[in-house]
């Protein structure tokens, strides 16, 4: 699955109020991003990419990838002339790796530092 766009953060907190009807009693949510109408956010315990289909995006899908089930991943940062920074995560079981864009306003190292807190557990 991969998902390209740019993205920017947003306030973990107003995450956890926009989707508590997701999380699990006690789950917290650590980081979060917005990309266009998609959504990225990394809770204590799993990986959810929200993704709005269709022309209203009344239609969403939440996927939700447990840390155990991610076997690696990687980052790569802006440059000169490409200005947005990518994060690739691999799941166990497939061969292509979910994929997400990052602006230059996203700390692309906090990103990566927030998902090797929960995978190297």
């Known amino acids: 699955m991969a998902l390209f766009g740019n993205a920017h953060a947003i306030d973990p907190a107003q995450a956890q109020q926009d989707f508590a009807r997701l999380l699990g009693q006690g789950e917290q949510v650590h980081a979060a991003s ?10 204590d315990r799993r990986l959810v990419l929200v993704d709005k289909q269709g022309i209203t995006g009344k239609k969403v899908e939440y996927h939700s990838i447990p840390y155990r089930s991610i076997t690696h991943f990687a980052v790569e940062t802006a440059g000169t002339f490409d200005l947005d920074a990518e ?35």
């Open 34 to 43: 917005l990309l266009i109408r998609d959504t990225i956010f990394f809770t």
């Open 87 to 121: 994060l690739k995560i691999w799941i166990s079981g497939s061969q292509l790796p979910v994929q997400k864009t990052f602006t230059k306003g996203v700390d692309i190292y906090e990103v990566q530092a927030i998902l090797t807190q929960f995978v190297a557990k």
